[in-house]
């Protein structure tokens, strides 16, 4: 991370904690000293207790005093600090919400086969089984991730589906592949001022049982000249993901310390935090 993006990044820390009630005592070491010591430390992929060490900091980030290992670690996990890292997360995540083209899919974060983690699920990946878990996103044609979880590998795309589009409200077209094929997920889409376009069987409509309107209505698109092509800025969204990774502190493989599902939901929020913040730069030069 450039000291630019560092700036942006520690500005809007120190932003954000003005949104969030105080409550209780003021302590000896101050929240946004927390979150920027675990941001810097996730920004050079390093555990933790790396960022209790005085000797990591140079640059644009030289606190003068840290708090201990534990200290760091129990204040990391208190209310406040868990909301204040959120509040980033979402403000760099901040893009245009006019009409757009929307894509929705999952990227799976696989660990080794013999891993001990409780929270790690079993599913599909790659043509063979697997355990790790996975990031279901929704994001926008500029490249910006509009909703966003982390799950188990074995959780279903579909059931994560309602929470994405409920929270990124899309407008204009939601493309995704045919594991999101779900009545309600159309339906749901067409909520918030969007039509959901995913591939379907050729028998779509037959039957007894009442269907969705609005999976009807995309079968009928699938017969109309364009709507292929349309289809194929789906792909759109498996780049993106490429691009979080192909830089250094990118969102690659899981390292072996980020285990448990709290703790790879903060190191993939991160992540994807710097993924912004090099978007936002990466459109200021052009």
């Excluded at 349309?230 to 980020?258: D, H, M, N």
């Amino acid at each position: 991370m450039s000291s630019h993006e560092w700036k942006v990044v520690y500005q809007t820390i120190v932003r954000m904690n003005r949104t969030i009630p105080q409550v209780g005592r003021k302590c000896q070491f101050h929240d946004t000293l927390i979150v920027a010591m675990y941001v810097w430390s996730v920004a050079h992929d390093r555990p933790r207790c790396w960022a209790a060490d005085r000797e990591n900091y140079h640059g644009p980030f030289r606190p003068r005093r840290l708090p201990s290992r534990s200290q760091f670690c129990r204040r990391l996990n208190s209310p406040r600090c868990v909301a204040l890292l959120e509040a980033l997360w979402r403000a760099l995540a901040e893009g245009d919400d006019g009409p757009t083209f929307n894509l929705m899919d999952g990227r799976a974060l696989p660990v080794g086969p013999y891993s001990q983690d409780v929270d790690a699920g079993r599913g599909f990946f790659g043509g063979h089984f697997a355990k790790g878990y996975k990031l279901h996103a929704i994001a926008r044609m500029d490249g910006k991730i509009a909703a966003w979880r982390v799950t188990s590998l074995n959780v279903s795309e579909k059931t994560v589906a309602d929470e994405l589009i409920a929270e990124a409200q899309p407008k204009g077209w939601l493309l995704a592949d045919g594991n999101y094929d779900a009545g309600r997920l159309y339906d749901l889409a067409c909520t918030h001022g969007a039509v959901m376009l995913t591939p379907l069987p050729d028998n779509v409509g037959g039957g007894h049982r009442p269907q969705s309107r609005m999976r009807l209505l995309a079968a009928r698109l699938w017969k109309i000249k364009g709507t292929k092509e349309l289809y194929g800025k789906r792909t759109t969204i498996e780049r993106l993901f490429s691009q979080q990774a192909c830089y250094g502190g990118g969102l690659g493989p899981l390292p072996t310390w980020v285990r448990g599902l709290d703790r790879v939901t903060r190191w993939v929020g991160t992540k994807l935090m710097f993924y912004h913040v090099r978007l936002m730069f990466r459109k200021s030069a052009a």
